[in-house]
């Protein structure tokens, strides 16, 4: 699976669109970006996933560059829950996830 | 979404016991379940890969014989921390794979399980 890159931390002031950009530039073209994210002594939530197209939820909304080589997960209206460790990951088997880093989110009051 | 459950959340024993914690995919089936390690200010490592009816397939460096795991069915995976030792303490996670959209599949997770061994 391709590896990725993202800011260790960002910060959001509540209610805005928080942006977490990350970079796949080995992609391959049959590797999917899964967004997953981790409230502390939780159990990874699954956020969105896509391919080539931008796809949206209830949760979050994701851009996917057109060469694929990065994308950008958007919480449109950022809440204090919305506090987290946020995981880009790409994959295109079926195998266990690579996790790295992550980018530790932190919303503001 | 899919629902995967952990048990016990919290565990604590004494050096040299065993433990089991169960991991089950609540509104779906999952061949393919997987159990993860994180320790403190880490990121979650994968120990194995579960599938059911078959043996599991572990990592590099996970010993097989001290993580034994069992997927006997396609709702449940088990996890045994045999002769357990204070540096086996950790967050242990599992999540099972889910059919997906356009022939993916979703990876969902459990609530995890703390280990603290004394």
């Known amino acids: 699976d391709a590896k990725t890159t993202q800011p260790p931390s960002m910060d959001c002031a509540e209610g805005r669109a928080a942006n977490l950009p990350c970079n796949h530039s080995?992609?391959?073209?049959?590797?999917?970006v899964y967004w997953y994210r981790q409230i502390h002594s939780q159990g990874p939530q699954y956020i969105i996933h896509?391919?080539?197209n931008n796809e949206t939820n209830e949760m979050a909304s994701l851009i996917i560059t057109e060469d694929r080589k990065s994308s950008t997960l958007i919480l449109p209206h950022a809440t204090l829950r919305d506090t987290a460790v946020y995981y880009c990951?790409?994959?295109?088997?079926?195998?266990?996830?690579?996790f790295g880093k992550g980018t530790h989110l932190i919303i503001q009051p | 979404g899919a629902v995967v459950s952990q048990h016990p959340s919290r565990v604590i024993c004494k050096s040299g016991t065993s433990v089991k914690i169960e991991c089950r995919s609540l509104?779906?089936?999952?061949?393919?379940m997987f159990w993860y390690r994180q320790f403190p200010k880490q990121s979650l490592m994968l120990m194995a890969t579960?599938?059911?009816?078959?043996?599991?397939?572990?990592e590099q460096g996970v010993e097989k014989d001290k993580f034994l795991i069992n997927h006997a069915s396609l709702t449940l995976s088990t996890l045994t921390v045999t002769s357990a030792h204070p540096e086996d303490s950790s967050f242990y996670i599992c999540?099972?794979?889910?059919?997906?959209?356009?022939?993916?599949?979703?990876?969902?997770f459990g609530p995890g399980t703390r280990l603290t061994v004394l």
């Open positions: 999540s099972a794979r889910a059919g997906g959209r356009g022939g993916t599949d979703t990876q969902y």
């Open positions: 509104d779906f089936q999952a061949t393919t």
């Open positions: 579960s599938n059911e009816g078959s043996k599991a397939t572990y």
């Open positions: 990951i790409v994959r295109g088997g079926a195998d266990g996830l690579t």
């Open positions: 080995t992609i391959s073209g049959n590797e999917y």
């Open positions: 896509g391919l080539k």
